[in-house]
């Protein structure tokens, strides 16, 4: 009986070929299937030419796709053990933006490293589920009712928070907080301290609203009232919906689109790249889309549920979720439901911080699934009901 508890607290030793072969392939087949329908999308944003978007996104793909086999391989514990380092470092990064940064569209959101462009509030969202992740899974779920023991996640969710407004970079700031609050609910939370922190929102919201820059406010009086100003704040949105509406059921024919390829659409290889799939390939192309995007979340979800260790499960978790949101935002902006907010669609928009990111983010949740039934830290959670 001893032997046999040894044995499923004993966190399993595969070899590498072993942990290859345990990786979800179709899951990786689903990514590639999505990147090559950003890749399709990207070479008709350049005018039926590879260049200046699509060869180089097929290089950072391939480039993340090494990436993710590669963080695959990594198990829990190094992740563990990772996981402060790599929070610090993103929150010098962000500081570094802030002092250093290079300024795009008004904002300060880049930095510039050995020639590189990188954007160090995408890779701030991974750190802080791997370092959420690690603090719950030393908490148990008793102590997770005692409000002491959530101070200290919560200043970990809002120092990034704090940081990624300052740039100013609103969207990103929303998922990283929609992140925390995924991961808070997710590790047992009470229900009664979450009613308790929604209780000050709308004061909050006011405050918030009170301290937005010019650009920021002129997004959502756009999105109450976009013809208000349609040749300026407002023509984003216009020339979004019309290319979603001329698209019809089977759409304008590949390389045809009306919108996209005459230049009226703005930002058609970032921000508005769904919005050129519509337009070309219709409502069935759309909805082909969302479906790949859904399937993604759903197969995080799956993985989460899957792990037998707290720390992979909140791992998965916070991953879906990130990935979840960066589609949220995207697809509700470009329909006009919410504000315009800058945030791309992984994998298929065109930059090459969001596609590491989600990539490295990739690679965290195929570690899950192949270390699934790994067994650690167990000891600090016996009182779990």
Known sequence: MKFHKRLLRAEPSFRLLSK?????????LLICTLAGVGYVTLYSAGGGTPY????????????????????????????????GPLYVLSIILLVAVLRMGHVG??????????????????YAKVALVLVLASWFNRVSYARMGNPLWLIPPAFLVLLP????????????AVIIGGIGASMFFAAGMRLWLIALLLLPVPYLAKFAYAHLHDYQRARITTFL????????????????????GSGGM???????????QLNFLPEKQTDFIFTMIAEEWGYVGAVTVIGLLLLLILGGMLMAIRSRNR????????????????????????????????VPLPLVSYGGSAMLNVMLGFGL???????????FGESDNQDTP
Not at 105 to 119: F, N, P, S, V
């Open 20 to 28: 290859l072969w345990r990786i979800s392939w179709l899951y990786v």
């Open 52 to 83: 200046p978007f699509a060869a180089p996104q097929a290089a950072r793909f391939a480039v993340g796709l090494v990436l993710m086999i590669t963080v695959a391989m990594l198990p829990p514990k190094m992740l563990v053990r990772i996981s």
């Open 311 to 342: 720390f992979g499960r909140l791992v998965a978790l916070g991953i879906s979720m990130n990935f979840f949101l960066y589609c949220l935002v995207n697809l509700s902006m470009v329909m006009g439901a919410i504000p315009v907010g800058g």
């Open 225 to 244: 009232n976009p013809e208000s100003d349609p040749l300026g704040a407002g023509y984003n949105i216009i020339q979004s919906k019309i290319a979603l």
């Open 365 to 375: 949740l195929l570690s899950t699934w192949v270390h699934r039934d790994s067994r």
């Open 161 to 172: 928070v704090v940081l990624v407004l300052k740039e100013p970079n609103l969207g990103t």
């Open 250 to 260: 089977w759409g304008q024919g590949y390389l045809h689109g009306s919108q996209g």
């Open 105 to 122: 569209k008004g904002a300060e959101r880049w930095l510039m490293i050995g020639g590189l462009q990188i954007q160090p509030s995408e």
